[in-house]
């Protein structure tokens, strides 16, 4: 592409991450506005929930999650093949094989007359989104320095928005239209150019310098990194770094090679690390997240009581104020830190989930309680994406160890799909029948926040992806990483890793002076 610096890392968010991230909020929540259309419902009618009432409303709602929830299992299985792909082929490769997938899933869906051609296509499409979701942030985060890696990251959560805020109001806007096949079909059908975008970029960005190192391709690496540097190439800021990735390897060398690892702590606290992954992306799902971003519409037309139009406005101005919330955290994360961030989020929401179970118990006839319901659900998307749209992304690539960082992204990033297949599958059902009482489940999860960030979360705002592997390397005990890490970034870990960087270049340049 010929870009350096500035100019490259933007073309990397604009052309690779804002597409990846928009399919990823458009297709999750791209058929929960759809779902009570009148020509939806004559094509699949084995899901139609509005013209059926008793058992039968209870048996199409279940099987309605179902195939909701069945671009939820292709995520699943999408980022879990990260797994194994993920650091065979390189970022760059299986960003752009995700992107195929989503093209295939997104024309299937859209051509869709039977009920299987749209489960196949979503599940296909599924498994893009999952492939995507799991390796554009380990590679952003490759990328990027230790000062901005957290606003580059959180984007992706700001992209996310863009993409409910896109998909409720095309879904609006098609709604007020008199074709009725056209106003479910365009709206599956407009991301398929947006898939195309990451298909033709992806390989004219340079590829990740620590996967590059990890594959013995040094100069590659130090050519790819001085790119997004916009330095020269033996810039002494450029040969710290790679001697530094370099070094990180050789520490972890011959712990840290297998996937089965990760079930491990020993020296490098793997198993410690993976769980703070796993547990946050648990926590990320089952706050309530997906529930009010995919079911928004549901929510203010079945919860409430609330006419068809009047519900799609309200599912398209809360996405819309969500997408502004979301930077807050692009202003605070490098600021305030991961873990501030976190308890502060969840505090919000679980006080959100708690004043939304109170107001929906009132009858649907009460006004006042609508009123108040409907504001708690702009309230919670304040708080949502303040830690847990993008934040969450972000730490999972900070906390992995450099030879197993894709791995542990793909898991982790399967676990947060699997958690929204749970609630895709739970919600229609549990919206017909308990009601307002459903929210008390994630009032409670969104409460646990607080005290659990508090306790075993150890911040990373400030540190380079070296640094943070000789932080938890180094610990003795959780208690003693969590409380080292929320020192000043001077002394103790940091000196260590100083110190070791430094012997380690002054071996480097006396071998070069001998071979001279």
Request: a neutral charge; glycine letters at 8%.
């Amino acid at each position: 592409m010929g870009l350096t610096g500035k100019s490259l890392q933007m073309s990397q968010l604009l052309l690779i991450v804002l597409p990846a991230f928009v399919l990823f909020g458009y297709n999750q929540s791209g058929v929960g506005g759809l779902l009570s259309l009148s020509d939806w419902n004559k094509h699949f009618p084995e899901i139609d929930t509005v013209h059926t009432k008793g058992a039968l409303k209870s048996e199409h709602s279940t099987k309605q999650g179902a195939v909701v929830a069945s671009f939820t299992i292709g995520a699943l299985f999408g980022a879990l093949t990260c797994t194994w792909i993920g650091d065979w082929l390189g970022r760059r490769k299986v960003i752009f094989i995700g992107a195929v997938c989503t093209l295939v899933g997104e024309i299937l869906q859209c051509t869709s007359f039977q009920l299987v051609q749209f489960v196949i296509g979503r599940f296909i499409l599924g498994w893009g989104v999952g492939q995507l979701s799991a390796t554009v942030p380990v590679w952003q985060s490759e990328c990027s320095s230790s000062a901005n890696r957290g606003k580059h990251v959180v984007l992706d959560g700001c992209f996310i928005s863009v993409g409910y805020l896109l998909e409720a109001w095309i879904n609006l806007g098609f709604f007020e239209q008199d074709n009725l096949p056209l106003q479910w079909r365009i709206p599956l059908a407009i991301p398929t150019v947006i898939s195309l975008v990451p298909m033709a970029a992806v390989f004219t960005i340079p590829e990740s310098p620590r996967w590059l190192v990890n594959k013995g391709r040094v100069e590659e690496a130090r050519k790819s990194l001085s790119e997004f540097r916009g330095l020269d190439l033996h810039d002494p800021e450029i040969s710290s770094e790679i001697s530094g990735i370099e070094l990180a390897l050789e520490e972890t060398k011959g712990s840290a090679v297998k996937v089965s690892d990760i079930f491990t702590n020993g020296k490098d606290k793997l198993f410690y690390r993976f769980s703070l992954c796993i547990f946050l992306q648990f926590l990320q799902q089952m706050c309530g997240s997906n529930l009010i971003s995919t079911y928004s519409t549901i929510i203010f037309q079945q919860g409430l009581g609330l006419d068809s139009e009047t519900s799609r406005i309200l599912s398209g101005g809360a996405l819309t104020w969500k997408f502004l919330s979301c930077f807050v955290a692009f202003f605070t994360i490098d600021r305030f830190g991961r873990r501030k961030l976190f308890m502060f989020s969840g505090a919000g929401m679980a006080s959100c989930m708690l004043a939304l179970a109170v107001a929906s118990s009132f009858p649907k006839s009460d006004k006042a309680a609508q009123i108040v319901s409907a504001l708690f659900v702009f309230l919670f998307n304040f708080f949502i994406p303040i830690g847990f749209l993008g934040a969450n992304f972000l730490y999972c690539t900070e906390v992995a160890p450099t030879r197993l960082r894709v791995p542990m992204a793909g898991i982790s990033t399967a676990n947060h799909w699997l958690w929204n297949f749970v609630v895709n599958m739970a919600t229609p059902v549990a919206i017909e029948t308990i009601g307002w009482k459903y929210y008390l489940v994630f009032l409670i999860i969104s409460a646990v926040i607080v005290p659990i960030v508090f306790l075993f979360y150890p911040e990373t705002m400030g540190r380079s992806l070296e640094e943070l592997e000789m932080m938890f390397s180094s610990g003795k005990s959780i208690t003693g990483i969590v409380r080292e890490s929320r020192r000043p970034l001077t002394g103790g870990f940091m000196s260590d890793v100083n110190s070791i960087e430094k012997g380690h270049q002054k071996n480097v340049n006396e071998v070069e002076s001998i071979r001279e």
